[in-house]
């Protein structure tokens, strides 16, 4: 096989304001901005709020949970889709919306998921077997992606277990 080069192209909505975007996709980024409040940050001090729209019209909150025995805490996106996968177990995701500040202050460039959280978002995904929107919202942009592949081109998605 020969060596080939590739390109990888993503695609998304940037907004400088909530108020350019469908009415709806602007209560799910207030149900984001809310949900921080229930962030317990108090080591790194970066609190998260994610908001969940489920197909159903529900709309959940997360928050990150810090603790001190790092890394037993767990971040917004995560709280948020595993109570949904509890509470809601046959119920798509529609898209979820996540806000993060430091110190504080709403960063002004969207903070992106961590690698864990997005692996979570592609295990709901294909289990729905529909696309999941994220929007990432920020002080100075907003930006939605048409679904997780945007954020995780190269997801996990096959586990080959040998049993010995």
């Given at each position: 096989?020969?060596m080939?080069?590739?390109?990888?192209?993503?695609?998304?909505?940037?907004?400088?304001f909530p108020?350019?975007?469908?009415?709806?996709?602007?209560?799910?980024?207030?149900?984001?901005?809310?949900?921080?409040?229930?962030?317990?940050?108090?080591?790194?001090?970066?609190?998260?709020?994610?908001?969940?729209?489920?197909?159903?019209?529900?709309?959940?909150?997360?928050?990150?949970?810090?603790?001190?025995?790092?890394?037993?805490?767990?971040?917004?996106?995560?709280?948020?889709?595993?109570?949904?996968?509890?509470?809601?177990p046959?119920?798509?995701?529609?898209?979820?919306?996540?806000?993060?500040?430091?110190?504080?202050?709403?960063?002004?460039?969207?903070?992106?998921?961590?690698?864990?959280?997005?692996?979570?978002?592609?295990?709901?995904?294909?289990?729905?077997?529909?696309?999941?929107?994220?929007?990432?919202?920020?002080?100075?942009?907003?930006?939605?992606?048409?679904?997780?592949?945007?954020?995780?081109?190269?997801?996990?998605?096959?586990?080959?277990?040998?049993?010995?």
């Amino acid at each position: 096989m020969e060596m080939a080069e590739k390109q990888l192209n993503i695609t998304y909505q940037e907004f400088s304001f909530p108020e350019e975007m469908s009415v709806r996709d602007q209560e799910l980024v207030k149900a984001a901005l809310e949900a921080r409040e229930g962030s317990y940050s108090p080591y790194s001090h970066f609190q998260v709020g994610a908001a969940l729209l489920l197909a159903n019209g529900v709309v959940v909150r997360g928050a990150n949970q810090e603790n001190v025995a790092y890394p037993s805490g767990l971040c917004a996106e995560r709280t948020a889709m595993f109570w949904a996968g509890a509470n809601y177990p046959d119920v798509p995701f529609d898209t979820l919306a996540i806000a993060g500040w430091d110190h504080g202050v709403l960063c002004e460039s969207p903070a992106s998921p961590c690698g864990a959280c997005r692996q979570v978002m592609a295990e709901y995904q294909k289990k729905q077997k529909s696309p999941l929107k994220i929007i990432l919202v920020g002080s100075k942009r907003i930006r939605k992606f048409a679904c997780v592949d945007d954020l995780l081109p190269f997801i996990f998605d096959s586990l080959k277990i040998s049993v010995i």
